[in-house]
T-cell receptor, first 109, second 114 residues
Framework: AQRVTQPEKLLSVFKGAPVELKCNYSYSGSPELFWYVQYSRQRLQLLLRHISRESIKGFTADLNKGETSFHLKKPFAQEEDSAMYYCALSPYSDYKLSFGAGTTVTVRA | DVKVTQSSRYLVKRTGEKVFLECVQDMDHENMFWYRQDPGLGLRLIYFSYDVKMKEKGDIPEGYSVSREKKERFSLILESASTNQTSMYLC?????????????FGNGTRLTVT
């Protein structure tokens, strides 16, 4: 069975500082990995996925199969980045998504 | 834009009641999911369905059942509500045509069982 671990429940950074949200996974096959975000009073939505290799709102994430990690990074945090972030994994052959416990990010002015 | 609508934003029920949570999506998606969201535990999959009348258990199906009689509607049923089922319930849908297409979530139903 797959598992997603987000070791930080809370993360507080100053505006303009770099931010990194950690995500580690355990899965024996080829996973597909995602980051979802939930802003205050909004529904949970997709932020980015590793197969797209894109940068969304300044965020990037690199899949490191050797370290089984998919950390989310942004070089300069903005106040509007304050939100709950979830890392999620889907087995290659499956539609189900397994989520981590989530990290609440607060960006202070 | 995909719209996933959950019928109730807040529900308060008594222990032992039968509870129905309804979810409707308007994008003709094949897959539908029910998750519960709890602080410190993240999202946990209760049940999902990849076609009409098809259902599969997720990670925490005990105490729940589901119904999918029409493609656009996926209902979660708490047969006999208990206080440990107090939670935020999220419905989601995704395309079954494109593998690993993103999940589109509803706004959630916050259920309190007293």
């Amino acid at each position: 069975a797959q598992r997603v671990t987000q070791p930080e429940k809370l993360l507080s950074v100053f505006k303009g500082a770099p931010v990194e949200l950690k995500c580690n996974y355990s899965y024996s096959g080829s996973p597909e990995l995602f980051w979802y975000v939930q802003y205050s009073r909004q529904r949970l939505q997709l932020l980015l996925r590793h197969i797209s290799r894109e940068s969304i709102k300044g965020f990037t994430a690199d899949l490191n199969k050797g370290e089984t990690s998919f950390h989310l990074k942004k070089p300069f945090a903005q106040e509007e980045d304050s939100a709950m972030y979830y890392c999620a994994l889907s087995p290659y052959s499956d539609y189900k998504l397994s989520f981590g416990a989530g990290t609440t990010v607060t960006v202070r002015a | 834009d995909v719209k996933v609508t959950q019928s109730s934003r807040y529900l308060v029920k008594r222990t032992g009641e039968k509870v129905f949570l309804e979810c409707v999506q308007d994008m003709d998606h094949e897959n539908m999911f029910w998750y519960r969201q709890d602080p410190g535990l993240g999202l946990r999959l209760i049940y999902f369905s990849y076609d009409v009348k098809m259902k599969e258990k997720g990670d925490i199906p005990e105490g729940y059942s589901v119904s999918r009689e029409k493609k656009e509607r996926f209902s979660l049923i708490l047969e006999s509500a208990s206080t440990n089922q107090t939670s935020m319930y999220l419905c989601a849908s995704s395309s079954g045509v494109k593998r690993n297409s993103p999940l589109h979530f509803g706004n959630g139903t916050r259920l309190t069982v007293t």
